[in-house]
């Protein structure tokens, strides 16, 4: 279905959710570059002056020989009214804090959500027309999507198509179709090829992320897959996005297989550390091992430093696959550049020495946990009260788990009952047998 109609949607006061964007073809294509400048060299801020200098002494009155009028003929004068330049520069600033500052952006959407549901956004938009410029209106969009009204965002869209100074823009138009596509009210076009082929990039991406918000991700890798089709390269982020929700998904892991290819394709890549981090946890999640070494290896490469999650993430990788050597390498390297260890990265940390046997150095970390003012979780006095057992330090055992009662936890049944097999054990080898070799 063409997307054909939104222009006759700007001339009723209510437009519907179900045709509203039906003429995003038509946007793309209406305006030509030079109306586009034309348009926007009307507000680059500049305020017309008066020539001249408006505070000049007056000059002495010439000789009567070298007067260039003759006499008795009046002197003419100039009556020039002009504004205060200090009333000129408040108007400039005024309009320039307003029209970008969000939090006049966001009460205007507060404003729009007070108004009745027979009340148009004119009422109040035409209040703040005068102050505002190209693309302050998305913020005001996208807040009163938070607010779950798509429909008074669309009646922004079709009251700014009419504002000369506001319109075209794509980012009030990606805006409304993230809005839309998030809360189920985007009326999707049927020719996705076409549609790729007229938005521009921004409104591309938006209505992607809109459908990945909005949980519609069959809808999402569909305009995704297309994009590709027709050589539309979107940002990474949006990949990354697709994959962290795909991946939540046990019957969907095959897409995410495929997303992952595409981004190894790409010879662009550029990610951030938060992106990099989802798709590598994915990854894990996945067995996909290789991708997580090559991803910390491109995040390095990249000139990047990794944070603290980035190498908690590459040790329980490295834990997940069983390479608990090339694991420590990781630790000594994180402690090397001194990053600061969160709870999560002790967590990972003390699991590892544990599975290495490594009493000695589990104790360390569960201290250095303690003293640097975090509470251990469960699973660490678990953990701790295992080796202990392999360790055969039965009332080392017994301390941990007074602490991890005090600290409001009961120990799981695997754990008690490994404990009490534990101290039967012991007792054996501590009483009986001394008694049996007398």
């Known amino acids: 279905m063409r997307l054909s109609n939104i222009s006759t949607l700007s001339n009723s006061p209510t437009p519907s959710l179900s045709n509203g964007f039906q003429s995003l073809d038509h946007y793309l294509v209406s305006h030509p570059n030079d109306e586009i400048e034309a348009i926007s060299s009307l507000f680059q ?24 009028r003759p006499l008795g003929l009046p002197t003419p004068k100039k009556h020039v009214k002009s504004a205060s330049p200090t009333a000129v520069s408040y108007r400039a600033s005024l309009s320039k804090q307003v029209y970008k500052n969000p939090r006049v952006l966001i009460a205007i959407a507060k404003e729009i959500r007070s108004l009745s549901s027979e009340e148009d956004v004119s009422v109040i938009l035409n209040k703040w027309a005068r102050f505002l410029r190209k693309g302050s209106l998305s913020l005001t969009i996208r807040e009163l999507g938070h607010m779950g009204l798509p429909d008074r965002a669309l009646q922004i869209f ?17 805006s409304t179709v993230e809005v839309l596509a998030r809360n189920h009210e985007l009326k999707v076009p049927l020719d996705l090829g076409k ?88 990854c894990i999640r996945l067995g996909k091992f290789d991708i997580v070494e090559s991803l910390f290896n491109w995040f390095k490469q990249s000139g990047h430093e990794p944070s603290v999650v980035t190498y908690t993430t590459l040790i329980h990788s490295r834990y997940s696959e069983k390479k608990y050597r090339e ?7 994180m402690e090397s550049s001194n990053c600061l260890f969160d709870l999560p990265a002790y967590r990972v940390v003390i699991k590892l020495f544990v599975a290495l046997n490594d009493l000695s150095r589990a104790v360390r970390y569960f201290s250095k946990l303690k003293e640097a003012g975090f509470s251990p979780t469960y699973d660490i006095y678990r953990d701790l009260i295992r080796i202990y057992m392999v360790s055969g330090r039965l009332a080392k055992c017994k301390e941990v788990c007074k602490e991890a009662e005090i600290a409001g936890f009961k120990l799981d049944k695997e754990t008690t009952s490994q404990l009490l097999q534990f101290e039967r054990e012991k007792k054996v080898l501590y009483v009986e047998l001394p008694r049996l070799l007398l």
């Open 158 to 174: 079709c009251w700014a198509q009419k504002q000369p100074q506001l319109f075209p823009d794509d980012r009030i138009l990606a």
């Open 327 to 333: 694991a420590m390498a990781v630790v000594w390297e």
């Open 45 to 68: 801020g500049r305020v017309p002056q008066k020539p001249g200098k408006l505070s000049r002494e007056r000059p002495l009155p010439l000789p009567l020989p070298y007067k260039l």
């Open 195 to 282: 549609f790729t082929g007229l938005a521009s990039r921004g409104v591309i991406e938006a209505m992607v992320r809109g459908f990945i918000r909005g949980g519609s991700l069959h809808l999402a890798w569909k305009l995704l897959h297309v994009a590709k089709d027709g050589k539309r390269m979107l940002d990474p982020s949006i990949y990354a996005k697709l994959i962290l929700e795909l991946g939540k998904i046990p019957d969907k892991h095959m897409l995410v297989v495929a997303l992952l290819d595409d981004l190894g394709e790409r010879e662009d890549l550029n990610l951030s550390q938060q992106d990099c981090t989802a798709i590598m946890k994915i």
